[in-house]
């Protein structure tokens, strides 16, 4: 649990759990809480478990949240060079070619990723106002403020890539109903894509065959239990498959559209404490890069005890959003 914090503390709320951490002056992990939420948790569930992970003390603390893929819109865009205003009127020309709802329910923000000749290329950011609107009522509910709000993307660069030495790095970091994929050329993020894909799909397989709750097959899932080779085949190879697939594709893609490889794949995320999950996913991406399944430096730099090794896997983007200044 995170008693105080004299940083910002990075929040993660995926639809499976909430997850909190707060960073010494030295960005290294201080204290940290992990709270596992029902299936279709409510809001009041969210809140009790965001309480059960910070403290009645850190009323004073400031937190940075993040985003879901899954809530946010994002899109690389170039335009040319200018003022703010000429950049803002650009960005609204092309909002008006894709955007699916009314201008005024949504939040639009853009990050810059690089500057070459007379353009600008960033990621486009499209936030619906009502999700704002939830995340902040969550917050205010554990009587804490929000600092600031981010995509994943950023967080796990923060968290994941910090030696790219100007290789073009993919991190794929699974969640429990998604898996967030962005390729960084250097230091600039040049695709962000968010797939509905993720690990509850092991946790439900597991507990049909099983015939276990949800909530026990995750937990033998996190806890790193052997299945028999059959169901490994049956349940696991399958979302292999798919993410893999992903992989494949988005690496195409850089290949053609930026005319580069990928040189490194970084993969993240709770379910990759399994062995033979993960000595699947290595098994087919290593075709195409070099890949390491990967844990924070600011984790692993950490004398922090934690109960259960899976932990360690689970907090990238909490992390990432810690180390957001």
């Known amino acids: ?34 709270a596992d939420l029902p299936a279709a948790a409510t809001d009041t569930d969210v809140i009790l478990a965001l309480k059960s992970v910070i403290g009645e003390k850190c009323g004073e603390c400031r937190a940075n949240i993040g985003l879901r ?57 499209v936030v619906p106002k009502k999700v704002l609107e939830r995340y902040k009522r969550l917050i205010d509910g554990v009587g804490i403020a929000v600092n600031n709000y981010e995509i994943n993307a950023f967080s796990l660069k923060r968290s994941l890539v910090t030696n790219s030495n100007n290789k073009t790095v993919m991190v794929a970091d699974m969640h429990s109903d998604e898996t967030d994929i962005e390729v960084f050329a250097g230091d600039d993020l040049i695709l962000d894509k968010t797939i ?14 099983k015939m276990i709750s949800i909530e026990e097959a995750e ?52 379910d990759y404490n399994s062995s033979q999950w993960r000595e699947l996913v290595l098994e087919d991406s290593s075709k195409l890069a070099t890949v390491e ?33």
Not at 76 to 102: C, D, M, N, R
Not at 237 to 262: C, F, H, N, Q, T
Not at 301 to 316: I, T
Request: with cysteine.
């Open 196 to 209: 509905p894909i993720g690990g509850k799909r092991i946790t439900k397989e597991l507990s049909q065959r």
């Open 219 to 270: 937990r033998e899932k996190r806890a790193n239990k052997e299945i028999e080779e059959q169901m490994v085949y049956e349940i696991y190879k399958p979302l292999r498959d798919d993410i893999v697939s992903e992989i494949v594709k988005v690496a195409s893609m850089i290949r053609i559209e930026y005319g580069i490889e990928i040189n490194k794949i970084v993969l993240s995320g709770g």
């Open 69 to 125: 893929g899954l809530d946010v819109l994002t899109k690389s865009l170039t335009v040319k060079y200018g003022s703010a205003v000429e950049i803002e009127k650009q960005v609204e020309e092309h909002l008006s070619e894709f955007l699916p709802v009314e201008r005024e329910e949504v939040v639009v923000s853009w990050e810059v990723v690089g500057k070459e000749n007379n353009q600008v290329k960033m990621i486009l950011i």
């Open 293 to 325: 399944v990967k844990t924070p430096e600011a984790i692993t730099q950490s004398s922090v005890l934690f109960k259960e090794v899976g932990e360690k896997m689970r907090l990238a983007n909490a992390v990432g959003l810690a180390l957001k200044k």
């Open 1 to 34: 649990m995170i008693d105080s914090c004299p940083n910002v503390i990075g929040i993660d709320i995926s639809s499976s759990s909430v997850k909190a951490v707060c960073l010494d002056k030295n960005g290294i992990l201080k204290s940290y809480g992990v």
